[in-house]
């Protein structure tokens, strides 16, 4: 399954991508070239995007997850906000609610379930 993008989202992290050199560039710039993208209106609100908060699991988790995907000045762990550079946020974006999937981290594959989305 390819990651679906809204144009906005789309168009602000292509343009962050040619700012920024920072790890994850490369993995975020390869997820944004295969998805496809879809006018604003037409994004479902249960697929995560930039600044949805997700709910997830993978199979070394006893309980879910939830982060908020947020643009890197906004990251904030103590509130739960994770850039949308790290790993886990280039595993999420652009796939729906009670997806299953595997994706390599960097301690290796783990298998991702999407829970819930919540987009503001």
Do not use: C
């Not at 975020?28 to 699991?57: P, R």
């Not at 947020?70 to 009670?98: Q, T």
């Amino acid at each position: 399954m390819r990651p679906v993008i809204s144009k906005s989202v789309y168009k602000k992290l292509s343009d962050l991508l040619k700012k920024i050199r920072i790890p994850g560039v490369t993995q975020l710039k390869d997820e944004l070239n295969k998805a496809t993208i879809v006018n604003d209106s037409e994004l479902d609100k249960n697929i995560v995007s930039l600044n949805s908060t997700v709910e997830f699991t993978h199979e070394s988790l006893e309980k879910p997850i939830r982060l908020k995907i947020v643009l890197p000045e906004e990251a904030d762990l103590s509130k739960r906000k994770i850039s949308i550079f790290a790993p886990i946020s280039i595993a999420l974006i652009g796939f729906k609610e009670s997806y299953s999937f595997e994706w390599l981290m960097p301690s290796g594959t783990k298998q991702l379930k999407i829970i819930r989305v919540t987009n503001d």
